[in-house]
């Protein structure tokens, strides 16, 4: 059973920077696609970034891919997004997610973490 874990949420200032880990259980299947996703309340889930496990093949969301950063280390499991010059309007929780379709659908993913949530002041 794959299991998500994220790590590095936290409060950061308008302009800061933050790099959100997240760890899974079992080494996923290079074709594997793993992405974050991000939510504020009353709001449906926002596609952010994914990468493909194998090739490290990567997709953004437009409004975003100037300053997120999607990145993932083999050897640890573990996927990472690097956020800088965050604005508040990026304050969400963000999950982690695993899956097997190269989507921006929340619907395409069959595992999820629990979610770290950031906070942007102004």
């Known amino acids: 059973q794959v299991a998500l874990r994220e790590s590095g949420g936290g409060l950061v200032q308008a302009g800061g920077s933050l790099r959100l880990s997240c760890l899974d259980s079992?080494?996923?299947?290079?074709?594997?696609?793993m992405a974050w996703f991000r939510q504020t309340p009353g709001k449906d889930r926002e596609f952010v970034a994914l990468?493909?496990?194998?090739?490290?093949?990567?997709y953004y969301a437009d409004s975003l891919k100037d300053r997120f950063t999607i990145s993932r280390n083999k050897a640890e499991n573990t996927m990472y997004l690097q956020m800088n010059n965050l604005k508040p309007e990026d304050a969400a929780v963000y999950y982690c997610?695993?899956?097997?379709?190269?989507?921006?659908?929340?619907?395409?993913?069959?595992?999820w973490g629990q979610g770290t949530q950031v906070t942007v002041s102004s």
């Open positions: 997610a695993s899956g097997r379709e190269f989507s921006s659908s929340p619907g395409d993913y069959k595992y």
């Open positions: 079992e080494r996923p299947y290079s074709s594997s696609v």
């Open positions: 990468i493909r496990w194998g090739s490290g093949t990567t």
